[in-house]
């Protein structure tokens, strides 16, 4: 048994993992007990990566226009077809368009070849989608994008405000230790600010429900209350700052009744949180997607840093604004420059000075300029025809960038596509004219930086398959190719980390915050025992110093002071409409799935807790639009539309709808709700409004809905709506169509690929006049298909069949009974998962309340092990518990 350390590829938090290969060839994953950032914990997504690995839908050979080709027919190709098209348009005609999901070594030879080798800055990332608002409210204020502070300052804090973070859900490992530092002091208080009542909020003391997009007027509230209270840190702002009246006239007066008008917050609720800030020095305020994802997502993040500022609540134990990031290395994309406005190490790409120290280094023959087109500019520029080259690697934009149909549209219109990837069928892929097979986590090695700027290794322990390269390779490779050889002569990753952190060390004389040319010159023996460090670490430093930046100023502004912003409250870039568009539409993440499902929908535990695209309703807006529990919506704006399942549920602000973004066009019919989002990006940042978009939304219409378990995916889905997830020896099928099939005999037929004489045993039960048909198939007494159909939203115990599939039933009236569609006398029905690392049910977490007397979630875990790994469906688990509590008393 061999086992390999190495960092999860999923979020920011950068857990560390030990991953064991088995003789048999099989892994198992395990978090790491010496990785500061999770201490062995790993979240359901991180669990489960051992049962991602297969092969299956792996893009394993390079393909040019779907035909298999040598790795040097497709690499000439791309580099002749880029070098020509620069040759005749100039290099702003090229463009890659990159991910938080490379490492570091992968980001820096791509940006060293567009910035330094091609001269153009047309490269950006998705981390344009994450965390852009970040970077630039930090250069704002602090002259450089630093996070100051660490993860154990969430543990040290006596307040933490999580605000526009769904951390229970996005970040779980860091919210159990968040949630342990709490209850090891009781006397720690939560605020969570969000217009959904989530997973999040239900832990918290105090939950500030306030309005979609209204965040500046909420810490403008602050930073007036802060100042008429006389709570500033005097000689803070006086050594330290610049910029104070300007931000507080921005704020205005110290008016609850009229932010209360701005936020639709109670005053009450309000002079709480204000009042808790003002006298609660040791002060965390977490942020994340719910902020930077906005118009006005700079203004957001700095009206948060005022307050910090004003406090002096920064750099210190236990205090912080504090960035955390989505992708497992947004901020190692951030150091390297993979953002269109910047440059690597932190270097800005409007400082001459910062351009010329690049250059030398490279030894470029051209250096970009000026900034690039950040994301949504970019593809708009591909639809327009002004790019006519474009390089994807390791992302989705068809369905996680705004105005998605917009987004494929160009791609369809762009004269030349190039996508690396691990996987061969997306919504991207489909686009492509050349398809690179890039390395997957686990055959590929490099670091990554999470959000408290730890850098930690991502280690090989798999054979790469087929023709897989790793991204570094690919890129360097075209670079050689197009003539610039010598230069992109890398014989592994150690050379390039080596080269990048001698560039960090260059010129700098403590007047750029990132440094780690401590380990310039690394030898690959060196890199492949690195263990994690945080930045900086500079040259001749020993290792292990302080870490958090700014407790005593220093900030990397000219006059080495930070700047107050000033952030007048502005709203959301398109109103709701009351005739048209009266609801507002807000996306994000659901506690299994990552991304754009090509890695997660891979394993049938991760598919078991949210099987299905939905939108969350209020109950008031699902009467409003004529929607029912379970029923079909489709919520439309004016850039697309989406069919999704209603949840109805009073965590939803009234006026307001969530839609998860996950769901493709491989996973459901019509559910990539980014084709609905709107395109308005922040002036700033340049990241788009992913949480603010007026939207109507209304019945589906279906005259039908289905619901099906089969042992092999249908070629064909003859349904307007359907949803399909992996189960173990299968698939489960959400159907509905608006339209009744002519024979219900046929439709199962084609869904399972039957053909007429196939020796299948099918079972059937109709009820036309209710309109109820069910039908069970047979190969050799074992299930093969079941299919139950209902005029409404089909009541079957979805689970409890999904692992009937592939079973067998040698006794007939068995068979039969499985018509029921539930469990039988005898028979036990987890119900819907509630835990996946450990697929503990509803059914189960209920029976163990009112008949195992488990009256807290601790005690549930001590009997059923729910909750007891990544505490990530603690809040669910308390959620059933006060659900049963209140039946029973009533």
């Not at 310039?520 to 900086?536: C, E, H, I, K, T």
């Not at 989002?677 to 978009?693: F, W």
């Amino acid at each position: 048994m061999a086992e390999t350390r190495t960092t999860c590829p999923y979020c920011g938090v950068g857990c560390g993992i030990v991953a064991r290969q088995e003789a048999d060839g099989s892994v198992a994953v395990a978090g790491d007990p010496d990785h500061p950032a999770n201490r062995g914990r790993l979240c359901s997504k991180g669990s489960a990566l051992a049962e991602t690995l297969a092969l299956d839908d792996r893009l394993l050979h390079p393909l040019v226009n779907g035909r298999r080709v040598a790795w040097d027919t497709a690499l000439d190709l791309v580099a002749d077809r880029f070098r020509e098209t620069v040759r005749r348009h100039g290099p702003d005609a090229v463009a890659f368009y990159v991910s938080g999901q490379l490492l570091t070594e992968d980001y820096y030879v791509a940006n060293k070849l567009m910035k330094g080798f091609i001269g153009a800055a047309n490269i950006d990332t998705n981390s344009r989608l994450c965390m852009a608002s970040s970077v630039a409210g930090h250069r704002r204020a602090f002259g450089s994008d630093t996070v100051p502070g660490l993860y154990e300052d969430l543990e040290l804090a006596d307040l933490v405000v999580l605000t526009g973070s769904n951390l229970a859900w996005c970040h779980p490992v860091l919210f159990q230790r968040l949630m342990a530092a709490r209850e090891a002091r009781p006397e720690m208080k939560l605020v969570v600010i969000d217009p959904r009542r989530t997973m999040t909020a239900r832990a918290a003391d105090l939950h500030l429900a306030l309005k979609p997009g209204s965040d500046v007027a909420l810490f403008n509230g602050l930073l007036a209350y802060l100042a008429a209270a006389g709570a500033g840190d005097t000689a803070f702002i006086q050594h330290h700052t610049t910029g104070i009246q300007e931000a507080v006239v921005a704020a205005g007066a110290d008016d609850t009744e009229a932010t209360s008008i701005a936020t639709g917050l109670p005053v009450v609720q309000l002079r709480r949180f204000y009042d808790l800030f003002c006298r609660t020095g040791k002060t965390v305020t977490v942020y994340s997607q719910g902020v930077n994802q906005s118009s006005a997502g700079t203004d957001k993040v700095n009206s948060i840093i005022n307050c910090h500022l004003f406090t002096g609540r920064i750099g210190r134990p236990g205090m912080g604004p504090f960035s955390v990031t989505g992708q497992p290395n947004a901020m190692g994309g951030r150091e390297v420059g993979g953002l269109a406005n910047q440059l690597a190490c932190h270097m800005e790409i409007e400082n001459p000075e910062h351009r010329r120290i690049v250059q030398d280094f490279w030894q470029s023959p051209v250096m970009a300029q000026r900034p690039g087109l950040k994301a949504v500019d970019l593809f708009a520029a591909v639809r327009a025809g002004r790019i006519k080259a474009l390089w994807i690697a390791g992302t989705n934009p068809v369905d996680s960038l705004p105005d998605a149909d917009g987004v494929r549209a160009a791609l369809s219109a762009c004269p030349f596509v190039v996508v690396s990837d691990v996987a061969r069928h997306t919504d991207t892929t489909a686009c492509a004219h050349v398809l690179l097979p890039a390395a997957a986590w686990g055959e590929k090695d490099g670091t990554v930086t999470n959000s408290e700027r730890r850098i930690s290794r991502q280690r090989a322990f798999l054979p790469r398959p087929g023709d897989a390269r790793p991204d570094w390779w690919i890129f360097a490779e075209v670079g050689r190719r197009m003539g610039w050889a010598q230069a992109f002569a890398y014989d592994g990753p150690a050379a390039i980390f080596a080269e990048y952190a001698a560039l960090s060390g260059i010129s700098n004389d403590g007047r750029r915050d990132f440094d780690i040319s401590r380990h310039a010159g690394m030898d690959a023996a060196a890199y492949d025992g690195l263990a994690p460090f945080q930045w900086p670490s500079p040259a001749g430093a020993a290792s292990g110093g302080e870490t958090r930046f700014f407790a005593d100023g220093g900030f990397f502004t000219a006059d080495r002071r930070a700047r107050f912003v000033p952030t007048a409250y502005r709203p959301p870039a398109e109103a709701v409409t009351a005739e048209d568009y009266p609801l507002v539409l807000n996306t994000g993440r659901v506690r299994d799935q990552w991304h754009t499902m090509t890695r997660t929908a891979k394993t049938p535990r991760l598919m078991s807790h949210i099987g299905e695209p939905f939108i969350e309703l209020h109950p008031d807006d699902a009467v409003a639009c004529g929607i029912g529990p379970a029923g079909l919506a489709i919520v439309e704006s004016r850039y697309g539309r989406a069919i999704v399942r209603a949840l109805v549920t009073d965590a939803q602000r009234p006026g307001c709808v969530f839609v998860p973004m996950h769901w493709t066009d491989r996973y459901a019919a019509r559910a990539r709700i980014d084709a609905v989002v709107n395109p308005h990006a922040d002036p700033v940042s340049g990241q788009p409004e992913l949480k603010h978009t007026p939207v109507r939304v209304r019945p589906f219409g279906a005259a039908w809905y289905g619901f099906a378990v089969l042992t092999a995916r249908p070629a064909e889905i003859g349904a307007g709506y359907w949803a399909i997830a992996p189960v173990a020896g299968g698939w489960r099928l959400e159907l509905a169509d608006t339209e009744t099939p002519a024979s219900w005999e046929a439709f199962i037929g084609e869904l399972c690929g039957l053909p007429a004489e196939s020796g299948h045993e099918v079972l059937a039960y109709h009820d036309a006049a209710a309109s109820r048909h069910r039908f069970a198939v047979f190969r050799d007494g074992r299930l093969v298909a079941a299919l139950f159909v209902s005029p409404d939203p089909v009541e079957a115990a979805r689970g409890w069949l999904s692992e009937q599939i592939g079973q067998a039933f040698a006794d007939p009236q068995e068979r039969l009974r499985l018509l029921a569609g539930r469990a039988g006398a005898g028979r036990a029905d987890r119900g819907a998962i509630i835990c996946s690392c450990f697929s503990v049910g509803l059914n189960q977490i209920v029976a163990a309340v009112t008949q195992g007397g488990c009256l807290t979630v601790d005690e549930v875990g001590g009997l059923l092990q729910a909750g007891t790994n990544c505490g990530s469906c603690r809040s669910e688990i308390g959620k059933v518990i006060d659900g049963v509590r209140v039946q029973n008393a009533s």
